[in-house]
């Protein structure tokens, strides 16, 4: 069940998480790719076409009011991340890369 909010284009899912209305993509995971590559607005209606720039410009805005409690579950996902990684350790693919000298 996906609860609305003041922002049109945003929905809340049930654990809380901001998604972009009629899609799957969490405004974190639009923000990571703006973070990661600088893109503009443009920039991510060109990489995610499926997104309209009403729904994009939602979310932005969405994240700068936000932006604190959004951070900190950006942060937490990349440090869950990075557990997982260290856990798992390396991969034989991994190993192979760093054999090739494709990956440090």
Known sequence: MKIAT????????????????????????????????????????????????????????????HKSEMDAAIDADFQSAEEMRIRVGETSFGSRLKALGLNK
Do not use: C, N
């Not at 209305?21 to 969490?26: A, L």
């Not at 443009?42 to 995610?48: A, G, I, K, L, T």
């Open 6 to 65: 003041d922002y049109r284009h945003i929905q809340l899912d049930e654990k809380g998480r901001a998604i972009i209305s009629d899609s799957t993509m969490k405004v974190s995971e639009l923000i990571m790719s703006r973070i990661a590559y600088g893109w503009s607005a443009e920039e991510m209606h060109f990489q995610y076409p499926f997104l309209a720039m009403s729904q994009i410009h939602s979310a932005l805005a969405y994240y700068w009011d």
